[in-house]
Each structure stands twice: as C-alpha cells, then as structure tokens.
C-alpha cells in the first residue's frame, strides 16, 4: 500500500525525524487555511498522487508551459492560485504514464533554504535477505540519471535485520554523503530513525529524496515516498486507514475486497490463474505466442466458487479484453470449484469473448465434466502451450 506525502512525513515525525511544516489540503479554502499557519514568507505546494516525478510534471488541461506538481509560492495569493490550477486537473509524469493522475489533495509546506540535496531510500534486498539502505550526494529531481549515468556515485549499506541497526551503519551513511562534524552526527542519528520506522510499520520502501541539509545546518527531510507490504497491514489498522482507493485502479480496488491479486496491464487476453509463479509464466507463453496479457490475476489456493465468479468479472469489466485464458492447476484449489465459477460468471456477464480453459489436477475430471456439460462455447485445452494458442487464434479469428 502506498501513502501520500504529508501521510508518509507524519508517520517520520513521530520517530523525531526532522521535517518542514506543512497541512494538507482537499479544497483551495484549505490550502489558504493552511498557508496562513505557517511562518512564511516562502511556501511550497505540493500536489499529492501515488507516483514521482511531480516536480517535473505537467498538468494536461494548462499546456505544456504550465508549472508542475510541485510549486514554489512567494505569498498567501499565489498558494491560493497555485492550488486553484492544480486542484482537480490531471498531473502526468514519468511514472503515471500519458493517463496522469487527476490531483485531489494538496501539500502546502514552509519554504526551506536550501544548501545542499542528498538521496536515502531503504527497501528490502531479496538477494541478501536484508534491508538495504541506498545512499547518495547527488539527490534531487535527477536522481535516476545519477544511478544510469554515474552509479558509482550511489552506495548501498545493508544491514541483516537479526542484527538489527548498528552504530558503524550510521557511520558509513554519513561517510557515504560526505558529511562532517554536526552534521556527520545528525545522518548518523537519521539513519538510525529511519530504520526504526522502517521496520516498526513493515515499510517494502522508504524513499528520501531530497535529504536537505538547511543553510543554518540541520538535516531535513523535504521529500519522501512510503510503501508498506499489504500483507502486514493488519498490524496497522491505524496505518491501513489512510488508504487512498482514488488512487488506485477500481478494478485492483474491488479484487482486493475479495482477497485477489489483480494488477492490470496493456494487453487483450485476460488470464485467471491459481498461483503467483503459475501466473507469470502464463503471461509470458501468451506474449511468446504473439499476443499481450490484459492482466495479471491470481485466485490463491483456497478459492471459493464466488471468489473465481468474481474474478471472472473483474476480467471481463476491461474493455480491452478480447479473450479470456483461465490457466489452473488444482492442488488445494479443487478444478470442479473453477469450473463452476467459471459456468456461473460466463452466464451472469453473458459471456461474448473466446475462453479457452485449462484444467489439470484434484478433481480435473469433475472440473471438464461442469464445463462440458455448461452449454457454454468454453474450449478446453490439454496443457499451458496448447492453451495459450487456442486463445491467441481464437481472438485473431474473432477480429
């Protein structure tokens, strides 16, 4: 699950991580109200989407000469303008895509007089089994140039999480930003903190950028990214409350109301799959045979008949899906509880596109048996290659 800025920030500051003022706001009126409770004279305002490159960012309705989704205001007016244009308008960046993402909440923070930018972010390295910590003096908006152009500039401290923070870890992230004297022990103490929030709300990403060091000398933290692991959230009831479903795909939103793992993609042929591993590697035969995934969808092991019912309409809801490849091996998941969902879903939706299914494992006959028996034009395929042709000529023959 990812936050939102100023939710990120008031999770930091909780561990005493030092970060700018600043309110959040859904209406121009409050982003004024929040301005006004701030110092001044120099605010920022910030749009608030779940996804980078805001800084340089356009909004599709002001034209490409528009500033981007992160603006410097010298005055409570301009705040007030500033948050009027962006306010409801779509913001597109690198990371949303040409779609953009419509901006609904906005950060307005005091301005920070700037000496110097660094890069931290922390994730967990499934290689190492430990949570690395990634380090860098060139931290700004061109970070990703930085890590292609000239990677040695960035380095990576992994810490083994049974062991825990230590202090030489703190000192080779103030080594490695180049720090000296206060603020050499103030990264040391950050490092230390970030940690700590890093582990106690179960974060897969922690991402600073930048890290300023303020002309009057103290480490702030001006920009940050979270992404907690989903699956640790009942940990956090309070944490899983900020979830923010606007911005998050509808269909991911209602497949997760029924335990499903749903990630929608570019392609036409819809894929319904019991297993992660299983999954991709059905993706991968269908792009191998000429054709384009339209999702990635696993059912899990312990699926209902309503459970793959309602994935079977997720699929279908895509207007982009021109046939339907249902790929299960039953091991704990039984082929005669897919079969039904299948029959059941096909008839509720009045099924329209090629569907191609292929069963294999506990009750694999039963399974054929309910589709054989559906009345339903279902074509059965004998294993995952077979499969993947039936439906990629099937869709080329419906065109």
Known sequence: MNLHEYQAKELLAKYGIGIPAGHAALTVEEAVAGAKQLPGPLYVVKAQIHAGGRGKGKFKELGPDAKGGVRLAKSIEEVEAN????LGNTLVTVQTGEAGKQVNRLYVTDGVDIAREYYLSMLVDRA?????????TEGGMDIEQVAHDTPEKIATITIDPAQGFMPHHGRAVAFALRLSGDLNKQAQKLAKQLYTAFMDLDCAMLEINPLVETKDGN??????KMSLDSNALYRHPDIEAMRDETEEDPSEVEASQYDLAYIKLDGNIGCMVNGAGLAMATMDIIKLNGAFPANFLDVGGGATTEKVTAAFKIILKDPAVEGILVNIFGGIMKCDVIANGIVQAAKDVNLSV???VRLEGT????GKDILNNSGLPIVSADDLGDAAKKIVAEVKQAA
């Open 128 to 136: 190492t089994g430990r949570v690395a910590m990634i380090v860098s």
């Open 83 to 86: 948050a009027k244009e962006m």
């Open 219 to 224: 480490l702030l933290v001006l920009d940050t």
């Open 354 to 356: 090629p569907l191609v």
């Open 363 to 366: 009750n694999v006959q039963q």
